[in-house]
Nanobody, 112 residues
Framework: QVQLVDSGGGLVQAGGSLRLSCAAS??????MGWYRQAPGKQREWVAT???????THADSLRGRFTIYRDNADNTLYLQMSSLKPEDTAVYYC????????WGQGTQVTVSS
């Protein structure tokens, strides 16, 4: 069983950057990734990275968001730049394919 703890969210102005972290503990760190959920909207897939480092990003976010992981520290990251107000959401990391474990979520708020 994998336990995940998200962190790094906050309030940022449009055009700014944030880096989210997801600390993993337990066993079986395989495919990991991020989803987000904006108020009143369905959860939206953001990015995925395999244990071997292969990455995919949502088309709409590619170029602004980058997922990466540090296997030595069992930590997943999401680097977000050129943030827009529409990026405001709770961001959740996950582990597994399909997702089996979830972080508690971290709030990202982008002001205009």
């Amino acid at each position: 069983q994998v336990q995940l703890v998200d962190s790094g969210g906050g309030l940022v102005q449009a055009g700014g950057s944030l880096r989210l972290s997801c600390a993993a503990s337990g066993s079986g760190f395989n495919t990991m990734g991020w989803y987000r959920q904006a108020p009143g909207k369905q959860r939206e897939w953001v990015a995925t990275i395999t244990s071997g480092g292969s990455r995919t990003h949502a088309d709409s976010l590619r170029g602004r968001f980058t997922i990466y992981r540090d296997n030595a520290d069992n930590t997943l990251y999401l680097q977000m730049s050129s943030l827009k107000p529409e990026d405001t959401a709770v961001y959740y990391c996950y582990s597994g394919s399909p997702p089996r474990s979830w972080g508690q979520g971290t709030q990202v708020t982008v002001s205009s």
